[in-house]
């Protein structure tokens, strides 16, 4: 285990569905970031938050829709997905935003969008 | 965009060889970074170079740095199996821009 830690690891849903991504991290990092994993596709960043507070969005469509209730926890709120958002999600910390620190991974979400 | 790329994009070797990755990356930089990720898990923060370094090592890693030409390699000496995974440069740029990750290279070692 990282530290940090995603659940579920594995999901199907359907392009009707709501469905959330939670990770959590208690190694006291400030900075929490989303990344999608596709296929044959680098790594892309989505959002970034800096103590709870919102610094990054990615040009992501509105049917993900991030929560970051406090530093130890992000969510990722899913709804009316599309086959081509099926991917593995990545949840990651830092002590802080800059990039001055690696970043801890969780070991994703696999999604598919059926 | 992507800043850094990895060559080559796939590289099989013998375990007891060594492994050699190259990153090159577009933009001046404040650190390079290097993770590995096994397969359908998580990335793995393996070392961090800054800008002002030229070489670091850690156990059977060892990571340059060259910013004239704006590359890295990462080399992995005496490979075992356990090594087979991807690895990805990461690259923070100097305008304080997120960490951007590279395609990666995979690496097979066989036994």
């Known amino acids: 285990e990282t530290g940090v830690t995603q659940t579920p690891r594995h999901l199907v849903m359907g392009m009707t569905n709501k469905k959330s991504l939670k990770c959590e991290q208690h190694?006291?990092?400030?900075?929490m970031y989303w990344y999608k994993q596709s296929a044959k596709k680098p790594l892309e960043l989505m959002f970034v938050?800096?103590?709870?507070?919102?610094?990054e969005n990615n040009s992501v469509p509105s049917r993900f829709s991030p929560e970051c209730p406090n530093s130890s926890h992000l969510f990722l709120h899913l709804h009316t997905l599309q086959p081509e958002d099926s991917a593995l999600y990545l949840c990651?910390?830092?002590?802080?935003?800059?990039?001055?620190?690696?970043?801890?991974f969780g070991s994703g979400t696999r999604l598919t969008v059926v | 965009s992507q800043q850094g790329e990895e060559d080559p994009q796939a590289l099989s070797i013998q375990e007891g060889e060594n492994a050699t990755m190259n990153c090159s990356y577009k933009?001046?930089?404040?650190?390079l970074q290097w993770y590995r990720q096994n397969s359908g898990r998580g990335l793995v923060h393996l070392i961090l170079?800054?800008?002002?370094?030229r070489e670091k090592h850690s156990g059977r890693l060892r990571v340059t740095l060259d910013t004239s030409k704006k590359s890295s390699s990462l080399l992995i000496t005496a490979s075992r199996a356990a090594d087979t995974a991807s690895y990805f440069c990461?690259?923070?740029?100097?305008?304080?821009?997120?960490?951007?990750f590279g395609g990666g290279t995979r690496l097979m070692v066989k036994p």
């Open positions: 938050y800096n103590f709870k507070e919102q610094t």
């Open positions: 990651a910390s830092s002590p802080d935003n800059g990039g001055t620190y690696g970043y801890t």
């Open positions: 933009t001046s930089i404040n650190n």
């Open positions: 170079i800054r800008s002002n370094e």
């Open positions: 190694l006291g990092h400030n900075a």
């Open positions: 990461a690259t923070r740029d100097n305008a304080g821009n997120m960490l951007t």
